[in-house]
């Protein structure tokens, strides 16, 4: 791919750039049902999986001046990453003997673990005048638990309520360094290298209740949920907002024919940012390129 941009007035870059990669699956998983009696089932499983990614990358740098050569580089940049993600899963379920309660309880726990690095290798005029190095480190765990209980008050009558935590913890380090080819070292460089996690604890309730009245069915509930989550860096710590919400539902259905049906709701969610929109360390693509997120969101 060849591009062709104006630096300043009078003076053109032009960049041509290659680009190769290969990728590697693993995938496993297992899983099992338990039935204890006729009225309670347990299960459980378990998955990992992985992914490896090799991918290098050739950009030649061309800067011309009034049309004249003004400079030339190539930069070679080897970019290997991988990803690695253990899940597990595992619930109670029972009914009580006159079948009128149902009581669930579940448990979930995963870590994923991401590393990425890249050597970066700049060539001008047959020798290497630049050399770089990252590394970065993510990695995010999560334990969910959550309990449950529906029961039936009449034949048309029918409640539901549970509750829910999760307790996760993200965290990213990031070192890069900058070789040094008087001492012929790596010498680390401190304004990109930084560390950032946060613990996000998070509880929610929530209760339901559906009645039908003929052909009529109404569904009315609400959830309560709240939410904390404390950042750090390398070197100090910030509270992000706390946040507490209650969220309605409502759920009208009406049936026409056996067929047919008419329904209409209101309900509100929340949507999270996700954790890379959160982290404000820069990601360097390359001493050119970088990205970064805003805790504040």
């Known amino acids: 791919r060849r591009t062709g941009q104006v630096v300043a007035e009078g003076t053109d870059l032009f960049q041509q750039q290659t680009t190769n990669s290969a990728t590697t699956n ?28 090799e991918s290098g990358m050739e950009m030649e740098n061309f800067l011309s001046v009034n049309n004249e050569a003004a400079d030339r ?4 940049t080897d970019n290997p990453s991988g990803r690695y993600l253990h899940t597990l899963n595992g619930g ?12 669930s309880f579940m448990a979930g726990w995963f870590y994923q673990k991401l590393e990425s690095s890249y050597v970066l290798n700049q060539v001008r005029s047959g020798y290497t005048d630049y050399r770089e190095a990252n590394r970065t480190l993510t990695g995010n765990r999560e334990l969910a638990l959550q309990a449950d209980v529906t029961k039936k008050i009449r034949k048309t009558m029918e409640l539901e309520t549970g509750i829910k935590t999760e307790f996760r913890r993200f965290s990213n380090y990031r070192v890069s360094e900058v070789f040094d080819f008087s001492q012929g070292i790596y010498v680390p460089d401190d304004e990109r290298t930084d560390r950032f996690y946060f613990d996000r604890v998070l509880l929610a309730v929530y ?6 009245l003929g052909e009529w069915e109404l569904k009315a509930g609400g959830r309560y949920e709240h939410t904390h989550w404390p950042l750090h860096f390398g070197d100090t710590s910030i509270t992000a907002q706390t946040y507490r919400n209650l969220l309605p539902n409502l759920m009208i259905n009406r049936q026409v024919s056996p067929a047919h049906s008419f329904n209409a709701g209101y309900a509100r969610k929340l949507l999270r940012p996700y954790f890379v929109y959160l982290n404000p360390i820069p990601n360097y693509i390359d001493s050119l390129n970088l990205e970064y997120g805003n805790p504040y969101l």
Not at 26 to 33: F, G, K, L, Q, S
């Open 26 to 53: 693993w995938n496993a998983r297992v899983n099992t049902n338990w039935l204890a009696d006729s009225l309670t089932t347990l299960n459980f499983s378990y998955s990992y999986s992985k992914r490896s990614d």
């Open 207 to 212: 209760v339901s209740y559906t009645a039908k």
């Open 73 to 76: 580089f190539t930069r070679y």
């Open 92 to 103: 109670v379920f029972r009914k009580s003997r006159d079948k009128s309660a149902e009581y």
